[in-house]
């Protein structure tokens, strides 16, 4: 009899517990703790005791790059993370180094923190993210958390309410709420200390469609972002459609040395996860509009986000500043180049061309306009040979006036050196006229201000004018023109059609 009451037992177990969703499911134990040094907030061994070494630095623009020392010394093997937060930006360190971990093969990864457990539901989304990567998370006291991953999605025909985080959407949201006739609301964070913040989202969302509005160029942005996605999905929202300005971290979408990581592709998996649509401008690895994939390391997997082309509005307006410049009857019958600086951006100025074509209609002025783009060969990673010519689609030399006009699309840069080869280039080595050249960037981040536009001189020539759409935020002094348009047209095509449909 007491066989079998066991067995009974087993089977309820099996039926109750094992089929219950991942959103059930916990992991929390008591640790021993081990030592952590002052400077740094992870360390890493293997269950035999051996230490993994990894370097943590910075790139201009703020954005974090790990790259571990001995990543050989990973694969099959049981991998530990001791971790002790000191600052908000040790959780997304974290989460990275546990992301790029996983892409060398261990046998099993395992997570502990060290005098912190979450206090409250938004906190608890750093476990959620973790979970992706994670095979075990433990901590000081006992915790449970959500896990999710991707629903079946669901259409959506309205959006009930409009959610931003920054207040520089402050003007865009309620703009949006308008148009949609959608309840708009401010995500409140409240940053309680270093390592500890809380998460509200005003007003009920239980079975609303939801649209969000961010961009996700800093450590804060992030977490904040996984925090208010998570809650959403807690609270039970029918679809979160996520609109992120900047996809933070797509620059790190391969691997250049032994030991990176696929960062962009970790974010991505987390923020996929949380939301039903994810909709970006101009993602790094992206190339065209529509759906575009990274890959993991190996490229087993992958993440889909629908990229739009903001080059299509950049391009009108820097084109509205030239008018400012010369009229139409001076601009009538030249030759307008949209350039890329080099072949990756070239689809994007490619699908603008036939917009600005329309756009001059509109405008009641005829002008030629091609796409073309410069071809460039990276020597080190300090030198670049840019050849003396400009090609188009199938990669032919293009025959251009010199008497030409040139708007410079770039998808994003740090400080504007890219733009500045690009001018250097056209007027020195090519010989087109400085005074008519211009430049527009998607993602201006200018981590330097404007100070290389000023600067002076032959090896220092900058574009006579630029400007950068205001997905992020803008340094002060750099001109913007307005994501608006882009946002309300293509979420009007998102509601008429899921999914987007390419831009026409």
Known sequence: MGVRKYYLFL???????????????????????????????VVVYTSRGEHISYTCKHFPDGEIYIRIQNP?????????????????????????????IAEYEPKSIEVEFQNW???????????????????????????????????????????????????????????????????VVRVNISIENSTHWETEIPGGVRDKNILIVHSTSTADDILNLISTLYL?????????????????????????RPGEGVTGYALLKVLNALSDYNIAINVHFGEKSGDVSLKDRSGGEEEVVYNLNGFRYLARGVFDHILEDYSPQELRGK???????????????????????EYLVQKGINMRVVAGYLNKTRISSQRVVV????????????????DAFFIILDDETSTGMTVKVATYHL???????????????????????MRR????????????????????????????????????????EFLNSNPLPLPQ
Not at 465 to 489: H, R
Request: glycine share 6%; with cysteine; charged share 20%.
């Open 335 to 357: 030759t307008l180049c949209l350039l890329a600086p080099d072949d990756g951006s070239y689809n994007y100025v490619k699908e603008a061309v036939q917009d600005m074509k």
């Open 11 to 41: 089977i309820i177990y099996i039926i109750i517990f094992l089929s219950l969703p991942l959103e059930f499911l916990n992991s929390s134990v008591r640790r021993v703790k081990i030592p952590i040094p002052a400077s740094e907030s």
């Open 117 to 183: 457990s979450p206090a409250n539901p938004g906190e608890e989304s750093i476990l959620s993210a973790l979970a992706h990567f994670a095979d075990s998370i433990r901590l000081p006291e006992e915790v449970s958390f959500s896990f999710y991953t991707r629903r079946s999605i669901p259409v959506v025909t309205a959006f009930e309410r409009i959610i931003y985080l920054n207040s520089r959407f402050q003007e865009y949201a309620p703009n949006l709420g308008k148009e949609f006739n959608a309840e």
């Open 72 to 100: 050989a010394e990973i694969k099959n093997q049981d991998i530990k993370l001791h971790f002790q937060p000191h600052n908000r930006e040790d959780f997304l360190r974290l989460l990275f180094l546990a992301s790029t």
């Open 453 to 492: 536009f000023f600067t002076e001189g032959e090896d220092n020539t900058p574009p006579r004018f630029i400007a950068s759409l205001d997905t992020l935020q803008i340094p002060e002094g750099i001109k913007v023109i307005s994501i608006y348009p882009l946002l309300l047209n293509s979420l009007k």
């Open 427 to 449: 007027v020195k080595a090519l010989g087109f006229n400085w005074w008519h050249i211009y430049a527009g960037i998607v993602h201006g981040k200018f981590v330097e201000g």
């Open 232 to 256: 959403l999905r807690k609270m039970g929202a029918g679809s979160i459609t996520l609109v992120n300005t900047y996809e933070g971290y797509a620059r790190q979408d391969k691997i250049f």
């Open 387 to 402: 050849e003396n010519n400009i090609l188009g689609e199938r990669g032919e030399e293009l025959s251009i006036p010199k």
